[in-house]
């Protein structure tokens, strides 16, 4: 298990944009941001395989939310852009250090390590 340090978040009117980070404390194989909303279960909004650079979006953020990766793959960011109310949640980062199917990515269990979390708050 890795440590994962989060960082952005915070809250912005509809249509507005934020930036969220994570730094993993060791090597990764898959990165990804999940969020949860109240009474909610945790769902997937993307992720990226570090070596290939392939991406993956969940469909409600599809071309609105951007992953990117730096710091050779220990770094993942997500881009937030028109963001809407909808999109309120707790965001979390989470990293596997081990590989896995691509069909497999949105699922909880498929990351060992988790960031501490950050508000996303998007409201008029």
């Known amino acids: 298990e890795m440590n994962l340090v989060q960082s952005g978040g915070g809250s912005v009117q509809p249509g507005g944009s934020l930036r969220l980070s994570c730094t993993a404390s060791g090597d990764t194989y898959v990165m990804a941001w999940f969020r949860q909303a109240p009474g909610k279960e945790r769902e997937a909004v993307a992720c990226?395989?570090?070596?290939?650079?392939?991406?993956y979006y969940a469909d409600p953020v599809k071309g609105r939310f951007t992953i990117s990766q730096a710091n050779v793959g220990r770094t993942t960011s997500l881009q937030m852009d028109s963001l809407k109310p909808e999109d309120t949640a707790m965001y979390l980062c989470a990293a596997s250090s081990s590989p896995m199917f691509d069909v497999d990515w949105w699922e909880v269990r498929r990351y060992e390590s988790w960031g501490q979390g950050t508000r996303v708050t998007v409201s008029s």
């Open positions: 990226i395989y570090v070596r290939s650079r392939g991406t």
